[in-house]
């Protein structure tokens, strides 16, 4: 009797095969191994320059053979960061406090509130966005001559070189009414429902139900505004003329163009310490700031 033929393992068989290149993932992934060193490569010789000799620059070293940490310090004294510092603090917090008190309210009342012109109103509001920064600037300049003068005479606080012409014309945003906006909006009616019976008007529901619910793009708003405001250099510029309330980002940029051949390794390391708070924010809500991005329908 003939031996009967062994069974194939169809699981080992399959195993063994080998799926076929999927070049259009390959080509895919080349390009965003590209793009990623592309953006991360100036940032991670801005830290390596920063810790490096003037020589050692010069020559166009990628490494410094000693760690020179101490040029934090000297980049800090040298650029007197810690007033400017100070002032970016400051004008940061008055301006993230200014815009979430008026960006939340107005946000909320074109999602969840019905009055005449609702769609009309918000349309104007995003058509803001198309506007170029620096095309606002003049307008803007002139209101805050005006409303300097206004403030001065009635409350003796003057506007130019002082916090209100820094802070103030950012209270509203655009950007910012829209992105709560769009979570507002995704709110269940039930629970506005549920509210009203517990006697509940529009304040109370904003305020206990809406903004818990809403921490994930509240602290995306936050991170945004505070990278804006953090960040900010021609209008600062443009609204002042002594050192007294210029933020971080004026002085860095007067120390660069007062000290430029002569220390690059410092300017490396003062501007290592200006990105310092934004990636210490970043790092801190990451996962509010992709929830946020997410949930209010601006994803891709």
Do not use: C
Not at 126 to 136: D, G, K, S, W, Y
């Amino acid at each position: 009797m003939a031996e009967s033929a062994r069974p194939i393992d169809l699981t080992t068989a399959k195993s063994t095969t080998r799926k076929p290149i999927s070049w259009g993932t390959v080509f895919v992934y080349a390009v965003l191994i590209i793009g990623l060193v592309q953006a991360l490569f100036p940032f991670a010789w801005m830290i390596s320059a920063s810790l490096m000799t003037q020589g050692e620059v010069i020559m166009g070293r990628l490494f410094p053979e000693v760690p020179q940490f101490g040029n934090y310090a000297e980049a800090w004294a040298k650029a007197n960061f810690s007033q400017f510092v100070w002032n970016s603090v400051r004008i940061t917090a008055i301006t993230l406090f200014g815009q979430l008190a008026v960006s939340i309210p107005a946000a909320y009342a074109f999602a969840r509130m019905r009055f005449f012109g609702k769609n009309v109103f918000f349309t104007l509001t995003l058509a803001t966005i198309m506007i170029p920064e620096v095309a606002r600037f003049i307008p803007n300049y002139l209101t805050v001559i005006w409303l300097g003068r206004l403030s001065e005479n009635l409350l003796g606080v003057p506007w130019i070189n002082n916090w209100p012409a820094l802070s103030v014309p950012f209270w509203s945003s655009a950007f910012t009414i829209f992105l709560l906006r769009q979570f507002f909006a995704q709110i269940p009616e039930d629970l506005w429902d549920a509210a009203r019976i517990d006697g509940a008007g529009h304040p109370r529901f904003l305020w206990s139900v809406v903004m818990p619910l809403s921490r994930a793009p509240i602290m995306t708003s936050i991170t945004f505004g505070f990278i804006g405001s953090w960040n900010a250099l021609l209008w600062p510029l443009l609204v002042t003329q002594t050192d007294e309330w210029r933020p971080v980002a004026v002085g860095l940029t007067k120390f660069v163009s007062s000290d430029a051949p002569n220390s690059v390794h410092l300017q490396m390391a003062a501007g290592v310490l200006m990105i310092i708070p934004i990636l210490a924010l970043y790092f801190f809500t990451q996962r509010q700031f992709v929830e946020g991005i997410s949930s209010s329908g601006l994803k891709g």
